[in-house]
T-cell receptor
Framework: DAGVIQSPRHEVTEMGQEVTLRCKPI?????LFWYRQTMMRGLELLIY????????DSGMPEDRFSAKMPNASFSTLKIQPSEPRDSAVYFC????????????FGSGTRLTVV | SQQGEEDPQALSIQEGENATMNCSYK?????LQWYRQNSGRGLVHLIL?????REKHSGRLRVTLDTSKKSSSLLITASRAADTASYFC???????????FGKGTHLIIQP
């Protein structure tokens, strides 16, 4: 298995633009998580899905953020409109069964909003 | 929300020495997990210890859990330069919750 695949690896965009981050979880994993990492706040859980259904999106900072998981092999995190304070590394992770097992993280998307 | 807090924030030791990192948390947990993150990379799962376990080993890693003190420790024996990384503990109250991560311990192994 190629692991959790995220794209793009780097994204530089101008303030106000729409940004879409993509994630392909490990086949057979039924839980998917989106995290954001910054020096100031560390790792923050944004949203997670179980069997493609959003379970908790209380970590999503604002209505500008949205996430979808249309099927078991694909998820997107969208920011519209983007702001400079959204600059961070965004990680996607998947697991076999929630927190009963360890998570497998992708390599992350480094987002810079200028 | 509960959060693991690692201690120390940074640790620098000589290659070959043992490294010990600690994690404290606030509420009851289902399990506690340790992860490693190399600079510019994603996190890598190291070990999971369940609330009814007290100690677990994996290679050069030894994890202990004291639920009465709400604390855990990660010991890396015979450290190597390649162990240089940030180490995070993560907890969840129930399996359906997402893991909450601490701020991490930055470990530097000096050759």
């Amino acid at each position: 298995d190629a692991g959790v695949i995220q794209s793009p690896r780097h994204e530089v965009t101008e303030m106000g633009q729409e940004v879409t981050l993509r994630c392909k979880p490990i086949s057979g994993h039924n839980s998917l998580f989106w995290y954001r990492q910054t020096m100031m706040r560390g790792l923050e859980l944004l949203i997670y899905f179980n069997n493609n259904v959003p379970i908790d999106d209380s970590g999503m900072p604002e209505d500008r953020f949205s996430a979808k998981m249309p099927n078991a092999s694909f998820s997107t995190l969208k920011i519209q409109p983007s702001e400079p304070r959204d600059s961070a590394v965004y990680f996607c992770a998947s697991s076999f069964d929630g927190a009963n097992y360890g998570y497998t993280f992708g390599s992350g998307t480094r987002l810079t909003v200028v | 929300s509960q959060q693991g807090e690692e201690d120390p924030q940074a640790l620098s030791i000589q290659e070959g020495e043992n490294a010990t990192m600690n994690c404290s948390y606030k509420t009851s947990i289902n399990n506690l997990q340790w992860y490693r993150q190399n600079s510019g990379r994603g996190l890598v799962h190291l070990i999971l210890i369940r609330s009814n376990e007290r100690e677990k080993h994996s290679g050069r890693l030894r994890v202990t859990l004291d639920t009465s003190k709400k604390s855990s420790s990660l010991l890396i024996t015979a450290s190597r330069a390649a162990d240089t990384a940030s180490y995070f503990c993560a907890t969840a109250s129930v399996p359906i919750d997402g893991l909450t991560f601490g701020k991490g311990t930055h470990l530097i192994i000096q050759p």
